[in-house]
């Protein structure tokens, strides 16, 4: 059953909890409120910030969650979009505790100061070739082929710039979330590479099992 109510049910959370249980419950939650941006379910993310703070998480790992959070809801500008991704980020931020906010990371991660083109280009080309593998060259090809600026961006703004950035969610992680964004909005082509690029990434078979069914249970 979908919840579309501002508050969400216990028996939902509880299946949120199961199907993400293999997973510390930061990253549970974190995953959760990713998926749920994707699927435009913004309210939810509220709803889930009041459990987490009203019982489910202890300060630390409340901060943690959110921290996490924030950076997965950033890397998913890659997959759902900027819209999406600002009013998850509203839902979330509007609702944490001024006492969660206050402990919160302050310094951006990605500034000019660490900005330089050649490193990382590079550092987007070492994820790209880690998470497609084989198939790295042919889809850098492919996508050259249909236009030159499209591999580009993908290369080095996205995979360099925004999701090879690891101090807050390395590229396991990452993967992971990036199953929890593509669920809901059903690319299953992608689905099966990021499913792949998980499992190239550490991930485990019940890793991935669990962000694609917590994930599924969102966009119901």
Request: charged share 20%; hydrophobic share 45%; glycine share 6%.
């Given at each position: 059953?979908?919840?579309?109510?501002?508050?969400?049910?216990?028996?939902?959370?509880?299946?949120?909890?199961?199907?993400?249980?293999?997973?510390?419950?930061?990253?549970?939650?974190?995953?959760?409120?990713?998926?749920?941006?994707?699927?435009?379910?913004?309210?939810?993310?509220?709803?889930?910030?009041?459990?987490?703070?009203?019982?489910?998480?202890?300060?630390?790992?409340?901060?943690?969650?959110?921290?996490?959070?924030?950076?997965?809801?950033?890397?998913?500008?890659?997959?759902?979009?900027a819209p999406r991704v600002i009013n998850g980020m509203a839902s979330l931020m509007n609702t944490v505790g001024d006492d969660v906010r206050a402990a919160l990371p302050q310094t951006a991660l990605?500034?000019?100061?660490?900005?330089?083109?050649?490193?990382?280009?590079?550092?987007?080309?070492?994820?790209?070739?880690?998470?497609?593998?084989?198939?790295?060259?042919?889809?850098?090809?492919?996508?050259?082929?249909?236009?030159?600026?499209?591999?580009?961006?993908?290369?080095?703004?996205?995979?360099?710039?925004?999701?090879?950035?690891?101090?807050?969610?390395?590229?396991?992680?990452?993967?992971?979330?990036?199953?929890?964004?593509?669920?809901?909005?059903?690319?299953?082509?992608?689905?099966?590479?990021?499913?792949?690029?998980?499992?190239?990434?550490?991930?485990?078979?019940?890793?991935?099992?669990s962000a694609n069914a917590l994930a599924m249970l969102v966009a119901e």
């Amino acid at each position: 059953m979908a919840e579309s109510a501002d508050n969400v049910s216990a028996e939902y959370l509880r299946r949120l909890d199961s199907a993400g249980s293999v997973f510390d419950p930061a990253f549970r939650y974190t995953l959760a409120a990713t998926a749920m941006a994707s699927a435009n379910k913004p309210h939810l993310i509220a709803s889930l910030v009041r459990h987490c703070e009203g019982e489910a998480l202890s300060s630390e790992q409340m901060v943690g969650f959110v921290t996490m959070a924030r950076e997965s809801l950033v890397k998913m500008i890659s997959t759902i979009g900027a819209p999406r991704v600002i009013n998850g980020m509203a839902s979330l931020m509007n609702t944490v505790g001024d006492d969660v906010r206050a402990a919160l990371p302050q310094t951006a991660l990605r500034t000019r100061h660490q900005y330089n083109y050649d490193s990382v280009r590079a550092r987007g080309l070492e994820l790209w070739n880690g998470v497609y593998s084989r198939q790295a060259g042919k889809l850098e090809n492919k996508l050259r082929d249909w236009y030159p600026d499209l591999i580009e961006v993908i290369q080095t703004d996205l995979y360099g710039r925004l999701l090879s950035e690891c101090r807050v969610l390395d590229a396991k992680t990452t993967e992971l979330c990036t199953i929890a964004a593509l669920v809901p909005i059903d690319v299953p082509a992608q689905l099966k590479s990021h499913v792949l690029g998980a499992g190239r990434m550490g991930a485990s078979v019940g890793e991935i099992e669990s962000a694609n069914a917590l994930a599924m249970l969102v966009a119901e």
